[in-house]
């Protein structure tokens, strides 16, 4: 799916190392590619967002956060476009 600006948005299954890793089956993720993480993060913390993951560099060169909305599906926001 494209995103504004050129990102995309990208679904994939649990995993692992994810954070809802630990979660029931039918609990939502999903991960927003964005080229302003930073400002994001920001807007988000602002609004009083849940912060499950704070503003992260990771190894593979993505810079993401995690929040988790009221209904309890997370969301991922970072630079990782996918392969």
Excluded: C, H
């Amino acid at each position: 799916m494209n995103w504004p600006s050129g990102g995309g948005i990208m679904l994939g299954q649990a995993r692992a190392d994810s954070v809802i890793a630990d979660l029931p089956a039918g609990t939502g993720a999903v991960y927003l590619v964005a080229k302003n993480p930073d400002e994001l993060f920001a807007q988000a913390k602002a609004a009083g967002a849940k912060i499950v993951m704070g503003l992260t560099d990771q190894e593979y060169g993505s810079r993401d956060f995690t929040i988790r909305d009221p209904e309890g599906v997370f969301w991922s926001i970072g630079t990782y476009e996918g392969e």
